[in-house]
């Protein structure tokens, strides 16, 4: 209908207007972030690179290569291995039941 048609332009016209406010007194040119702009915003690539971006880090972590695939055990005996290499803890799951909530007097909020 028409009056449909009025309406999405104007809404249409009132998103440009408010993207346009964003850029008031600034240019609507991509502006390269400062070095306290970087770390002031925890997304940025300073923080975290690799994860976004998909690569390993140049160096070495600790003089020790990074070992890209995981290990994967084809016989009983890759998985004796496995269980002699890991610590005790991690083989042994410990599952508390959760405690009922107690209620807190006056003191304790």
Known sequence: TKFAAIQARRIKTMRQLIEARKYVGT?????KPTVV?????YGST???PMAREGRFPETKPNGKAIETEG???VNLQGI??????LPARLLNAKILAPRKPTKLDYKQR
């Open 27 to 31: 240019h609507r040119k991509l502006v």
């Open 37 to 41: 702009e970087k770390y002031a915003h």
């Open 46 to 48: 300073v923080y975290a």
């Open 71 to 73: 290990f994967q055990p």
């Open 80 to 85: 004796a291995d496995l269980e002699a290499y």
